[in-house]
Nanobody, 124 residues
Framework: QVQLVESGGGLVQAGGSLRLSCAAS????????MGWFRQAPGKEREFVAG????????YYVDSVKGRFTISKDNAKNTVFLQMNSLKPEDTAVYYC?????????????????WGQGTQVTVSS
């Protein structure tokens, strides 16, 4: 199985950018569909972005389309989430996740492995 460790969160002003990293160990990121979720206080965990095993297709929740980009570097065994034009409503704990099998799902219950999360806070 894979272990996931996120980094790169922090405090940023609205309109700013952050890049989150998810370092994998144990197995390669090319073995899984990889994704990012986020959870704000009092809210359910929400799918943000995903990339299938081949890297050929990516998926985003509507609220981040055009602002966030998911990518992965198989050589570094790392997945990234580039977040631009950040808004206060993007404030949440961001989690990296890995899913066995084909395709992606926007339900957190379908994902098999999770990191510990990294806090992103966007001030207005």
């Amino acid at each position: 199985q894979v272990q996931l460790v996120e980094s790169g969160g922090g405090l940023v002003q609205a309109g700013g950018s952050l890049r989150l990293s998810c370092a994998a160990s144990g197995r390669t990121v090319s073995s899984y569909t990889m994704g990012w979720f986020r959870q704000a206080p009092g809210k359910e965990r929400e799918f943000v972005a995903g990339v299938i095993r081949s890297g050929g297709s990516t998926y985003y929740v509507d609220s981040v389309k055009g602002r966030f980009t998911i990518s992965k570097d198989n050589a570094k065994n790392t997945v990234f989430l580039q977040m631009n034009s950040l808004k206060p409503e993007d404030t949440a704990v961001y989690y990296c996740a890995a899913k066995e099998g084909r395709g992606y799902s926007d339900s957190s219950r379908a994902w098999d492995y999770w990191g510990q999360g990294t806090q992103v806070t966007v001030s207005s």
